[in-house]
C-alpha cells in the first residue's frame, strides 16, 4: 500500500493551524472493520512518537489540539494552534495491510 | 513508565552479520506485539519485522526485502525481543529502532559499508 502524503513541509507561525493530507492506493479498512491508520511525529534528533491511532483516537498525553479524520483511502491530521514543541516531521503510517508502510513525511517548520 | 532500549548497532563489512537487541520494561511485554522499523538516512521509514505474542503462537513477518536474511524473535522472560541480520548489505544502513505498538525506542545505528 502506497502512502502519498501532502505537502512535503508546511512554514506556519505559532498560533496557526494547518492540516496534512495522507491518501493511500488502497482502502484502509481491515476485516475487522477497524481502520488502521496512524500518525507520528519525529521532532528534531528524537524517535518518532505516535499521536493518533485508528483515524482518530488520541494517544495518552496528547493535546487535544492534535485531530485526526478520514476514512478508506483519504485521511487528514490537523492542528489548531501550533506550538513550538509541535514543530519536526510528520508522518502517516499504515498498519491494516502488510508491509505496513510511511507516508513520505511532512516537516512542519516554523515560519 | 514504559521504556525501550536498543543496543547491539555498529559498523559492519556487507556479507557480515549482526544481532540487535531490544530490552523492554514498564509494560506486560508477553502479550505485546513487538515490531522493528528502521530509518535511511535520507529519513525515509520502512517496518522491517514484526513478532505476535505466544497466544499468537509467536507468529513472525517480515518486509520483502530482508526476507530470509533477518530473524525477529523474543525471550518473553527477558521482556526483550531481537533482530539477527545476516549478509547484510549496503542499502542495510539506517537506525533501527525498536518498538511496541504505540511506543518507539531511541534507535541505534547500522552501518553496513567496506
Known amino acids: 500500500v502506497v502512502m502519498t502524503q501532502t505537502p512535503p513541509s508546511l512554514s506556519v507561525a505559532i498560533g496557526q493551524s494547518v492540516s496534512i493530507s495522507c491518501k493511500s492506493s488502497q482502502s484502509l479498512v481491515a476485516s475487522d472493520k477497524n481502520t488502521y491508520l496512524n500518525w507520528l511525529l519525529q521532532s528534531p534528533g528524537r524517535s518518532p512518537k505516535r499521536l493518533i491511532y485508528?483515524?482518530?483516537k488520541l494517544d495518552s498525553g496528547v493535546p487535544d489540539r492534535f485531530s485526526g479524520s478520514g476514512s478508506e483511502k483519504d485521511f487528514t491530521l490537523k492542528i489548531s494552534r501550533v506550538e513550538a514543541e509541535d514543530l519536526g516531521v510528520y508522518y502517516c503510517?499504515?498498519?491494516?495491510?502488510?508491509?505496513?508502510?510511511f507516508g513520505g513525511g511532512t516537516k512542519l517548520e516554523l515560519k | 513508565e514504559v521504556q525501550v532500549l536498543e543496543s547491539g548497532g555498529g559498523l559492519v563489512q556487507p556479507g557480515n552479520s549482526l544481532k540487535l537487541s531490544c530490552a523492554t520494561s514498564g509494560f506486560t511485554f508477553s502479550t505485546a506485539w513487538m515490531y522493528w522499523y528502521r530509518q535511511f538516512p535520507e529519513k525515509r521509514l520502512e517496518w522491517v519485522a514484526r513478532i505476535k505474542a505466544k497466544s499468537n503462537n509467536y507468529a513472525t513477518d517480515y518486509t520483502e526485502s530482508v526476507k530470509g536474511r533477518f530473524t525477529i524473535s523474543r525471550d518473553d522472560s527477558k521482556s526483550s525481543i531481537y533482530l539477527q541480520m545476516n549478509n547484510l548489505k549496503e542499502e542495510d544502513t539506517a537506525i533501527y529502532y525498536c518498538a511496541r505498538t504505540d511506543y518507539w525506542g531511541q534507535g541505534v545505528m547500522v552501518t553496513v559499508s567496506s
Open positions: 485508528q483515524v482518530s
Open positions: 503510517l499504515q498498519g491494516t495491510h502488510l508491509p505496513r508502510t
